[in-house]
């Protein structure tokens, strides 16, 4: 393998790496913006659950929220 042959693997390699290194980039944003929605979402989540039929609203009813009976 000859000089020209290695660098033209290293010009590869280098914009594969750029391209890798862009992927990062645009995946750290969306983890970002992801990240900033979750408390939001886990308010709305336990929000629907205290709603009458909800899971944490049948258990601070009195009722089983397994099997539907009052204990």
């Known amino acids: 393998m000859d000089i020209e042959q290695l660098q ?3 010009s590869a390699l280098n914009g594969a ?4 290194r862009a992927d ?3 995946t750290q944003q969306q983890l970002r913006e992801q990240s900033a929605q979750l408390p939001q979402a886990i308010k709305a989540a336990i929000a629907n659950e205290l709603r009458p039929g909800g899971v944490l609203y049948r258990t ?12």
């Open 8 to 10: 033209q693997q290293i």
């Open 17 to 20: 790496v750029a391209g890798l």
């Open 24 to 26: 990062l980039g645009a």
């Open 60 to 71: 601070l009813d009195g009722c089983n929220p397994r099997s539907g009976q009052v204990k």
